[in-house]
């Protein structure tokens, strides 16, 4: 097993784990509570640190970051789609579908997003209802629609 890496950030809607390992970003999530001295901060979640630090201030919208994250081949042909879509725009499950060929799998694509485990980064939150509803997000729905507020500008960032 790779050594695990981790950052904590405080940030206005709650503090993102950072997990990395020696290569890549394997997970960045919303915890309760984080214990930074669990594992030791590398380079890569040190970059990542400072990237998702820069989103919640406004001054980034799209990510440079090597990510790894586990997940089946259809998951990661989801989550590709994920990170396609631009910042500030959404998308319904049935287009996120279309883009990866599977028209049909629409409840298995909402499964896959629910399952990311690269929050932000990959942009899940960026996935609504058809209906224009939020719908499902793992952070919770009040983070999901801080979020996208704040990708609308409708949240002045660093708040």
């Not at 999530?29 to 990542?48: I, K, Q």
């Not at 942009?123 to 224009?132: A, F, M, N, Q």
């Not at 919770?140 to 629609?145: D, F, S």
């Not at 990708?151 to 708040?159: H, I």
Request: net charge neutral.
């Amino acid at each position: 097993m790779k050594p695990l890496y981790q950052s904590l950030l405080p940030t206005p809607i709650g503090t993102v784990r950072i997990l990395a390992n020696d290569e890549a970003v394997t997970r960045i999530d919303f915890v309760d509570e984080g214990d930074p001295s669990a594992f030791p901060e590398n380079d890569v979640t040190l970059r990542a640190r400072q990237q998702v630090s820069d989103y919640f201030d406004g001054k980034r919208q799209s990510f440079d970051l090597p990510l790894a994250p586990a997940g089946t081949e259809f998951q990661q042909a989801c989550w590709q789609a994920l990170v396609q879509i631009p910042y500030g725009e959404t998308r319904y499950y049935a287009e996120q579908a279309r883009v990866i060929q599977r028209p049909s799998a629409v409840r298995a694509v909402g499964a896959a997003n629910g399952a990311n485990p690269i929050s932000i980064v990959v942009p899940c939150h960026r996935v609504i209802g058809k209906s224009g509803h939020l719908t499902g997000y793992a952070g919770g729905m009040q983070r999901k629609a801080w979020l996208l507020a704040l990708e609308r500008g409708a949240v002045a960032a660093g708040q």
